[in-house]
């Protein structure tokens, strides 16, 4: 049996927001906008929200991607029905896929648990579009480290659903015990790991931690890479 440690990929192994600010740039000035802060922070906003109600099943991937560019570019006061705004989403795809950047530390946790834990098998689980996920992981070099990598889109199921995981414990073919899912969304990856019955681990925790862990079940915290890696060695010993 392996310790199959299922890693969250945004915000987790890479900074999907330093991708996503060169991409979002991009885009809008090649859509003849102006960038600034400000207009950032908007999108971001908007991003945020869409994903949690695509987390809730309420909206569809492709509703996701056209509702996010829509409202931003309306804010800049652009005639979207004149625009075409999948193109452009796919367009900032692209480019963040092209534009990948890991956070610090990752590359270092990512050849710890390669020496220290051999027995280890690192997996990523991603609610993202396959193309930028796939794009921004070979080119940070971080799939070398990997086994495999599960992605919703493909998948036709997303995080928390209990079928996602299902998919990916069969996929791997090892028990319960084996499976740790490390990640920085409660509400994709800690709710994901309560509803599939697996460890759970939440990277960089932040507001009321005691109330989330409790309502989440979460098995362990890390507030930094190197806490992180004692978090799986002391799960691995004890599981």
Not at 55 to 70: A, C, N, P, Q, Y
Not at 101 to 129: C, E, F, H, W
Not at 163 to 179: A, H, R, T
Not at 189 to 206: I, Q, R, T, V, Y
């Amino acid at each position: 049996m392996h310790r199959n440690l299922l890693f969250d990929l945004d915000q987790t192994l890479l900074d999907f927001h330093a991708s996503e600010h060169i991409a979002l740039k991009q885009i809008m000035e090649d859509n003849g906008q102006a960038f600034t802060e400000e207009r950032y922070s908007s999108f971001k906003q908007i991003n945020k929200q869409l994903w949690l109600e695509f987390e809730k099943g309420v909206i569809s991937k492709t509703e996701l991607f056209e509702t996010r560019f829509r409202l931003l570019f309306r804010e800049c006061g652009c005639n979207t029905d004149e625009m075409d705004i999948l193109s452009i989403n796919s367009d900032f795809i692209d480019c963040m896929s092209r534009n990948g950047v890991l956070l610090n530390g990752a590359a270092d946790l990512m050849q710890k648990i390669k020496s220290g834990m051999p027995d280890a098998r690192i997996y990523v689980i991603t609610n993202g579009a396959a193309r930028n996920a796939k794009g921004r992981i070979a080119s940070t070099g971080l799939s070398e480290y990997l086994t495999d990598v599960f992605i919703s889109e493909t998948m036709g199921v997303s995080k928390p659903s209990r079928e996602y995981f299902d998919i990916v414990k069969k996929s791997i073919g090892e028990p319960d015990e084996s499976f740790i899912v490390i990640g920085d969304s409660l509400t994709s990856d800690m709710l994901g790991a309560k509803n599939a019955g697996l460890k759970s681990c939440w990277f960089m925790p932040e507001g009321d931690v005691g109330k989330a862990v409790a309502e989440y079940d979460i098995d362990y915290i890390a507030s930094s890479f190197d806490e992180l890696f004692v978090r799986l060695t002391e799960w691995a010993r004890g599981s």
